[in-house]
Every structure is written in C-alpha cells, then in structure tokens.
C-alpha cells in the first residue's frame, strides 16, 4: 500500500550544464519504470533547469535543504517559498547537515515544520553513528532524534512524511548495513514511534526509507525486505545507469 520512492541526493556534485547532461542521461530509463517513486534532488542552483527539463515526465524533484523562515535577512538562505515554486520534496536533517553545518534537532524540528507548513514533502533523515551503533544505543538515538525533529510537527496524511534511516557508518562507505539489520530497525524502531505520534493510520502510511551504499547490484536485496519502502541514494544516483538500475530495482 506504500508506493516505493527511489531517491537520488546528488549532495555537493554537479554543475548546471553537468545537472541537466545527467537528468537527461537518466530520464528515459526513469521514465520506463513504473509503479515507483522516482526523485531527484540536484543542487539548488540547478533546481529551475531541472524542474523545466522534468516538467512532463514521471520523475519528480527535491532539494537537499532548506532555511525555516519564508523571507527576511538571512544572507545564503533558501526559503519554503522559494523551493515550493519549483519542487515538492525536501531533505531535511541529513548527517552531513547535522556535521558540518551543526544542525540540531532543534533546527530540523523548525525545517520540518516550515516544510509542511507550505506543503513541501520533508524527507527527515535519521541514523546513528559508529560507536552508537558499536555501544547498542542506536535505539535510543534514533528515537530522540525522530521524536525531537516531528515534535508539533502535524501530519493527517502519511504521505505527506518520508524518513530515511541512514546509519551514518554506512553513508559514502561502501559499508552498507545488511538488508535485514537495516529492516530491523525500521520495523522495530522507526515505525512503532510514528505510529505512536500519529497513531498507527499515518503512521503505517509513511515511507521510511534506508539510505547508506545503496547501488544497483545490492538495491533489490533492500526492496525485498518487507519495511523498507525504498531508498536514498548518494554516490551511485551521479550515474544515470546505476541509478536507473536502483528504480528498477524496487519494482514489484
Ligand atoms: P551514499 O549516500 O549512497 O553515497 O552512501 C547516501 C546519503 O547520504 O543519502
């Protein structure tokens, strides 16, 4: 009952011309697979080419980011409104967002917030790192860091929400979690606390995706886990073939 969304977060890659040669590359065998979510989300500088070239296609278009106000002096920043014009998803609260840029779960709750609000779908990202992982509490941060970021954040309808549980050991590493250890904590950890916010309805509505060395020839292992209803891809969504691969992967 969950249609799986296949999501390619191009982070910091790619300029203009590089964007659209890439979309263009992709999108004729994106177009041939149905039943799936596809989602791309190319820097901002490249979003108006991007939404321009993907205007009549099935492909669909995402930020990697977003500033919580609408408007204002705050030098650098993209607002809601701005990326609203141009696209219907955001990802919000990525690790490397909260690393380097020393976003809290505060500020994500604020995102979050600001996302829905003007009717952006967020894509909050969760995960634990290394030695959390390694000392058993992942858990426990990843519950903090769900109930921390939706706090007063309301959701009637469940596709209006998507999560993607990255461990933060396995983004960029070539070292995925396995299909199974990733499915358990879905199944155990993130589904239960949505469906305890907004009760098992939305809740089990929502696409909680994995992210973290997702590639072509090890995506079906993923899609054929019974919570994991897609996936947020990095690296390999640079390469319009492998990318390809992954969507097709995660037909039924
Ligand atoms: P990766 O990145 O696929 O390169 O590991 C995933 C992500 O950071 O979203």
């Avoid at 039943?35 to 500088?45: S, T």
């Avoid at 589904?191 to 939305?202: F, T």
């Avoid at 079906?220 to 640079?238: H, P, T």
Wanted: some cysteine; proline content about 3%.
């Amino acid at each position: 009952m969950r249609t799986p969304l296949v999501a390619g977060n191009w982070k910091l890659n790619k300029t203009e011309s590089e964007a659209i040669e890439l979309i263009n590359a992709m999108m004729p065998g994106l177009e041939k697979v149905g039943g799936v979510e596809k989602l791309i989300c190319p820097p901002f500088i490249a979003l108006s080419s991007a939404a321009r070239l993907l205007n009549a296609s099935s492909i669909k278009l995402g930020a990697q980011n977003m500033f919580y106000e609408t408007e204002g002096a705050y030098t650098g920043e993209i607002s809601p409104t701005m990326l609203k014009d141009l696209c219907e998803y955001v990802i919000l609260g990525h690790s490397e967002r909260r690393e380097y840029f020393g976003e809290s779960n505060q500020i994500v709750n604020k995102k979050i917030k600001a996302a829905l609000a003007h009717d952006l779908i967020p894509i909050l990202c969760v995960g634990e790192n290394l030695a959390d992982n390694e000392a058993g509490k992942a858990a426990d941060v990843i519950s903090t860091q769900l109930r921390a970021s939706l706090v007063g954040a309301n959701i009637f309808d469940g596709s209006k929400l998507v999560v993607a549980y990255e461990p933060i050991w396995a983004i960029g590493t070539g070292r995925s979690a396995t299909a199974e250890g990733a499915n358990r904590v879905i199944r155990n950890v993130v589904r239960p606390i949505l469906s305890g916010i907004y009760g098992a309805h939305v809740g089990n509505k929502i696409r909680i995706l994995y992210g973290g060395s997702v590639k072509a020839n090890n995506a079906k292992e993923y899609f054929g886990m019974s919570d994991i209803d897609g996936a947020l891809v990095g690296g390999a969504s640079l390469k319009a073939e492998e990318f390809v691969g992954i969507a097709e992967a995660a037909q039924k």
